[in-house]
Antibody, heavy 121, light 111 residues
Framework: QVTLKESGPALVKPTQTLTLTCTFSGFSLTTSGMRVSWIRQPPGKALEWLARIDWDDDKFYSTSLKTRLTISKDTSKNQVVLTMTNMDPVDTATYYC?????????????WGQGTTVTVSS | QSALTQPASVSGSPGQSITISCTGTSSDVGDYNYVSWYQQHPGKAPKLMIYEVSNRPSGISNRFSGSKSGNTASLTISGLQAEDEADYYCSSYTSSSTYVVFGGGTKLTVL
C-alpha cells in the first residue's frame, strides 16, 4: 500500500524558514521514473504546484517561488524535504506531497493527507 | 488568478451527465497531452481521476472520462451520483513559467 504523510510545524512566524518532511512507504524514490511533488492550497483557494524531485535527483521549482524553495530527498529514510524561506502570511496553506509513478508523467496518483501551516506573528 | 480557466460551479441531477471545461493556452493544454483531473471532497486531499487527458487510474469508475480539443480539456461525469459532489481541479504541464499549472477549481453540486 502506497502512503505519504507530511509533517512540519503548524505555526511559523513571518520571515522564518519552513521545513516540511514527506515520509512515504510502499514505493522507492530510487525506482526509475518515480517523482514526488509538493503542492499547497490556501484556505478556500485553488491548488498550487510548488516543486518536484525525481528518482535521478532532478529538481524542478515553481518559477514564482524558485528563489525561496529547496527540495531534497533521503532515499534511505524514504523522505522528501521541502524548505521555504522568508515565510509570509500569504503562505498560510495546507501543504501536500504527492507521488507520480512511471508512466503517469504529470499526474499525481497518491497524495498525503496534508499538513496545515499558518504564518503569523 | 489561475493559469487554467474553469467554471466556478456546475450542477446536475442524479443520473444526468455533466461536463467541466478547462481552458488553457498553446503553452499547456493545447500543445501537450499532460492534462490531469482531480476530485477533492471538503477537508480531504485531492484524488487523481484522469491523467494524460483521458486515462483513468486503476479503481476509478468509467463514469469519469476526459477529452481535449484545442486549448480546452474537459471532464465528463456520466450517471451523476450524490458522492460525486466535490471540487474538481484540472492541471497541465506547461512550457512557460512553472512546470505544472492548476485550474481555479469547479464546485460540482448534485441537486
Amino acid at each position: 500500500q502506497v502512503t505519504l504523510k507530511e509533517s512540519g510545524p503548524a505555526l511559523v512566524k513571518p520571515t522564518q524558514t519552513l521545513t516540511l518532511t514527506c515520509t512515504f512507504s510502499g514505493f522507492s524514490l530510487t525506482t526509475s521514473g518515480m517523482r514526488v511533488s509538493w503542492i499547497r492550497q490556501p484556505p478556500g483557494k485553488a491548488l498550487e504546484w510548488l516543486a518536484r524531485i525525481d528518482w535521478d535527483d532532478d529538481k524542478f521549482y515553481s518559477t514564482s517561488l524558485k528563489t525561496r524553495l529547496t527540495i531534497s530527498k533521503d532515499t534511505s529514510k524514504n523522505q522528501v524535504v521541502l524548505t521555504m524561506t522568508n515565510m509570509d502570511p500569504v503562505d498560510t496553506a495546507t501543504y501536500y506531497c504527492a507521488r507520480t509513478p512511471r508512466g503517469y508523467y504529470y499526474g499525481m496518483d497518491v497524495w498525503g493527507q496534508g499538513t496545515t501551516v499558518t504564518v503569523s506573528s | 488568478q489561475s493559469a487554467l480557466t474553469q467554471p466556478a460551479s456546475v450542477s446536475g441531477s442524479p443520473g444526468q451527465s455533466i461536463t467541466i471545461s478547462c481552458t488553457g493556452t498553446s503553452s499547456d493544454v493545447g500543445d501537450y497531452n499532460y492534462v490531469s483531473w482531480y476530485q477533492q471532497h471538503p477537508g480531504k486531499a485531492p484524488k487523481l481521476m484522469i491523467y494524460e487527458v483521458s486515462n483513468r487510474p486503476s479503481g476509478i469508475s468509467n463514469r469519469f472520462s476526459g477529452s481535449k480539443s484545442g486549448n480546452t480539456a474537459s471532464l465528463t461525469i456520466s450517471g451523476l451520483q450524490a458522492e460525486d459532489e466535490a471540487d474538481y481541479y484540472c492541471s497541465s504541464y506547461t512550457s512557460s513559467s512553472t512546470y505544472v499549472v492548476f485550474g481555479g477549481g469547479t464546485k460540482l453540486t448534485v441537486l
